[in-house]
């Protein structure tokens, strides 16, 4: 059976380009071997993330994010199980919020800045689906 999870969770510490590099190498590598695909946002500190796969695979993954001291604040925002993958080509993928449109996030929030605690799940979802298609997703595999 396959899954969607969406979270949000904020850094534990100040993430930089370095951090946010190794924290991608380590999923790709882990993801692959366990059948996880997924894509990451990451924007002023917080970390919006969809992981899709089996049930337990991903389950054991964001009970290991909830645990890592790299995380703080995280917040479960959507799970449903699903019939066929959004991300099957991504063991890891990450959205370039570097060439996006403030108004896109102007559609979904108060404000220009990614903060997906004031949203609902469903519209945290929505606003992931149009990162993905309107940013550049970078680091396939």
Known sequence: MLVRLLYASRAAESADQDMLLALLRQSRAANAEHGITGVLCFS????????????????????????DARHRDVVLLGYEEIAERRFAAWSMGQVNLARLNPAL???????????????????SMALFDELVSTASLGCQG
């Open 44 to 67: 002023g500190g917080i970390f919006l993330q969809v992981l899709e796969g089996g049930r337990m695979q991903v389950n054991a993954l964001y009970n290991r994010i909830v645990a």
């Open 105 to 123: 996030l102007l559609k979904y929030s108060e404000s220009a800045a990614l903060d997906p605690y004031a949203l609902s799940g469903a519209v």
